[in-house]
Every structure is written in structure tokens, then in C-alpha cells.
């Protein structure tokens, strides 16, 4: 027969668990992967050998932040016009919300950052889970 | 050797080919797909249902047409706060530039125009090749 502090124990270790379960919930998903979709439009006195600056070092961030276990950029070819002069689109894929984190501060993220700041007149980022 | 008849057909022949050889590269890419990426922010008189029978619609278009060799969706989860309200993301993948105007004009996307456009508030859609 149990005791009142086995009970007890067992009832905070069990809601502990319980807890540890719901965040590990929370940042990954099997069989899923999250992506990370970011799209530029460039200020129009941005010369393109500066805007190719910008794609060089984007490009060069799998091979520094192992994060990043998917990678895929283009330039807008669309003939709809409905790209509201977005011309760049950088699709980055992450194992879970761990992953993203992770590449959001690295070193080697923050130095990309810093590049493309003053170089982008618009930004847009959307994450969302997809099959793997 | 070559009549001057002979030399003008092979001349004329040999031109033709050239212009169909460079329509086909604008075309395709060997080794290369067609991302076409759709994002809308709805309308905020929208009711749940009503943007979920759009995402419906849409998600249901891979098995109408062809053309689509690969699909996939999601709603944004990015906590950077630069989404600009687009909260829906759709990426379709084509063989070529034929595979996308195929689908463009396929009456099963056409419904789906139908069905999408007085719900969107906006859209973006931007299209780039990338490596398969």
C-alpha cells in the first residue's frame, strides 16, 4: 500500500513528465520537417553585385550551421505578376523548432543578417511543418 | 555536291531546329524543377470554414492534375513576426515551365480560382528552379 508521500511523489513526477512530454510536442513532429521560407525584395539602388552578396553568404550558411538539413534558393521567374517585386525566395528546412532556433542565433546567421539588413527594402517569413 | 536549293533547305532546316532547341531549353532544365509558391493573407471576415475549403480545394488539385509532381502546404508557425499576415503557404512543383502553364489553365485550377478569389485578401506567388 502506498504512503501519502509516495502518492504525492509519484503525482509531481508524473505531471513533470507530463510537461517534458507536451514541449517535446511542441518542437518536433515525426515525420515531419519545419521549413523556413524567406523572400526579398531589394532596395533599387542595390547594385547586383551586392545583391549576389547576399545570395553567396544565404548559400553559404548550410555549410556552417548543421542545423540546416535542407537548403533550396531561385530567383522569382513567375510571369503572373503577382510577386509584388519580391526576387529572391530561400527555402531552409529544420528537423524541429530546435533546429530553427539554433540556426536563428549561430554566429554564422548573425553575420548573414548583417549583410542583408541595409540591403533589402522588403522581407517576409513564413515557417510551416511539412512532410518529410 | 549541294545544289543552292539543297543548301538553302539545309540553311532554313537547320535554323528552325536552333529555335525550337532554344524554346525547349527556356522550357525545361535537366536535373531541375519548377517551384511555383502561392501564400495568401485572407480576408478577416472569413470564417475558419471557409478558409479550410480552400485549402481543401487546393490540396485536392495533385490528384486532378498531371502536371503537378509534387505539392505541399502549411500554415505559418514563425514567431518572427514577419509574415505580414500571410498565414498559408502552398509549393508546387512542376517538370518545366509547360507543366506550370498546363496547370495554370486546367479547369480544376480554375475552380480553385474560383473558390479563392473573393477570400484572399493577398497573395503572393513566386515561381524558381531548383534542383530536383
Known amino acids: 500500500m502506498r504512503t501519502l508521500t509516495t502518492t504525492i511523489l509519484a503525482t509531481v513526477v508524473g505531471f513533470g513528465l507530463a510537461a517534458l512530454n507536451a514541449t517535446a ?12 521560407i524567406v523572400m526579398y525584395k531589394f532596395k533599387d539602388d542595390q547594385k547586383p553585385e551586392q545583391v549576389q552578396e547576399v545570395v553567396d553568404t544565404f548559400a553559404g550558411l548550410p555549410g556552417k550551421i548543421d542545423a540546416i538539413i535542407g537548403f533550396e534558393h531561385g530567383t522569382n521567374v513567375s510571369k503572373e505578376g503577382k510577386s509584388e517585386g519580391f526576387t529572391h525566395l530561400f527555402a531552409v528546412t529544420f528537423r524541429d523548432e530546435a533546429g530553427l532556433a539554433a540556426y536563428l542565433v549561430h554566429p554564422a546567421h548573425l553575420h548573414y543578417v548583417s549583410v542583408v539588413k541595409d540591403r533589402r527594402e522588403k522581407v517576409i517569413v513564413l515557417d510551416y511543418w511539412t512532410k518529410e
Not at 510536442?25 to 523556413?36: C, I, S
Request: aromatic share 0%; no cysteine; hydrophobic share 35%.
Open 25 to 36: 510536442r511542441a518542437e518536433e513532429k515525426p515525420g515531419m520537417v519545419l521549413k523556413h
